[in-house]
């Protein structure tokens, strides 16, 4: 069978990757974004799609994955991944394989004061948080990547709708790569050092062996249960502490890194979450180093 793979915000500087593994697992890679780009050209094809508050977007979708035959999609844009959970088992009628966790579990991960619950209650080590103007860092409840932050911010100016203050920490930033099975168990738990954000987003990192880090992973699958790639994001402080600051139900923009590490996601997706053989996972390749770079697509 052929596998057609609509692929989202195909404008970031960083989702060359993905294009890449959808073909390397022998499926088309459909791309889109809100207008022409890179991805236009390394794409088998690519869509333009309206902005994410167009009123017709979802329709306007529907239409084009019946028109271009597309049968699976991987939402990565956490403005739309919530709706994509919602309309799953809709499409899955149609025979499209929506690859994403429960609606359930992606409307926790998508507000970080629910997410500072969660943690909570299950007893996972995080930072102080706060809906009022209680820690130096302040950041959107709903935000993603580095948008609207602010450190030490001026109190007299601030409006804290729809925001939360956090306890800013200090030491080595991780971001882990995860996949889960069908039942929900983590099949790969890779974490990487990132040694370099720009935007939010990593683009030079390594790959850690860190027991610490698996241990808390394995105990936040076993209490909500997410299905394919996901992301976590999490500090070790001088003092060797692990604090886990979010989730990211979705696959990461340094994901790569990830894939690298152990093998194409993109056919672990199509092999087990489609079509429901058991994975047989390889051994990680830690100390694995990722750089990126800019490049060029002249047409």
């Not at 995860?178 to 974490?191: A, D, M, W």
């Not at 994001?233 to 001088?238: N, Y």
Request: hydrophobic share 40%; net charge negative.
């Amino acid at each position: 069978m052929q596998y057609n793979f609509l692929l989202e915000a195909s404008g970031t500087l960083i989702s060359g990757f993905m294009i890449k593994a959808v073909k390397s697992a022998g499926a088309r890679a459909i791309a889109s974004d809100i207008e022409e780009c890179a991805a236009s050209y390394q794409a088998d094809e690519f869509i333009v799609f309206p902005k994410f508050r167009d009123p017709n977007l979802w329709d306007i979708t529907q239409t084009i994955i019946r028109d271009k035959n597309i049968n699976v999609v991987v939402p990565t844009l956490d403005e739309t991944i919530l709706k994509w959970a919602e309309q799953r088992e809709d499409y899955a009628k149609l025979g499209v394989h929506i690859l994403v966790s429960d609606k359930e579990t992606i409307a926790v991960f998508q507000d970080k004061w629910k997410t500072f619950q969660f943690f909570k209650k299950i007893g996972v080590p995080q930072p102080n948080t706060s809906l009022n103007f209680e820690f130096p860092l302040v950041k959107p409840r709903n935000g993603r990547g580095g948008k609207g932050i602010l450190i030490h911010p001026d109190p007299s100016t601030l409006d804290m709708e729809g925001m939360i203050s956090q306890e800013l920490l200090n030491g080595t930033e991780y971001t882990i790569d995860v996949f889960c099975n069908l039942e929900g168990v983590p099949v790969y738990i890779i974490p990487r050092k990132r040694l370099q954000v720009r935007d939010g987003k990593s683009t030079n990192g390594v790959t850690v062996y860190h027991p610490e880090i698996e241990k808390w992973v394995k105990k936040i699958c076993s209490e909500i249960k997410f299905k394919g790639p996901i992301n976590l994001q999490c500090f070790e402080t001088p003092d060797g502490e692990i604090k886990f600051t979010e989730i990211n139900p979705r696959l990461g923009g340094g994901s790569a890194l990830g894939f690298a590490a152990s093998e194409n996601w993109v056919s672990l997706m199509i092999s087990h979450l489609i079509e429901g053989n058991e994975i047989h996972p390889l051994p990680i390749k830690w100390d694995l180093k990722m750089y990126r770079y800019y490049n060029e697509v002249f047409v």
